[in-house]
Nanobody
Framework: QVQLVESGGGLVQAGGSLRLSCAVS????????LGWFRQAPGKEREFVAV????????YYADSVKGRFTISTDNAKNTVYLQMNNLKPEDTAVYFC????????????????WGQGTQVTVSS
């Protein structure tokens, strides 16, 4: 079993920055990709970003491209999401997840999920 624990959420003003962290229990074939998703009230779960632990490749949703950066610290088995120039529409619960697929943006292909961390952006 791959376990993931998110942290770093909070309240921030529009234009501010926040860094989310996700501690991953192990790097295996079940965690080839580490992704970030978010879900706002009344909305479907939305893909945000993904990084490959195989080659470090990344892929971002158009809505966050240029503002968010996903990265890993392999020594710590941790994935980060640096969020800059935050907007009120970024408000959501953010989840990290692990997939056996490479750079997939489909929630159905992620087998392990964290419990989520709340990010609230005020205007």
């Amino acid at each position: 079993q791959v376990q993931l624990v998110e942290s770093g959420g909070g309240l921030v003003q529009a234009g501010g920055s926040l860094r989310l962290s996700c501690a991953v229990s192990q790097r295996t074939d079940s965690s080839r990709s580490l992704g970030w998703f978010r879900q706002a009230p009344g909305k479907e779960r939305e893909f945000v970003a993904v990084i490959s632990w195989i080659d470090g490749g990344t892929y971002y949703a158009d809505s966050v491209k240029g503002r968010f950066t996903i990265s890993t610290d392999n020594a710590k088995n941790t994935v980060y999401l640096q969020m800059n120039n935050l907007k009120p529409e970024d408000t959501a619960v953010y989840f990290c997840a692990a997939s056996s697929m490479v750079l997939t943006n489909s929630p159905r292909q992620y087998n392990y999920w964290g419990q989520g961390t709340q990010v609230t952006v005020s205007s």
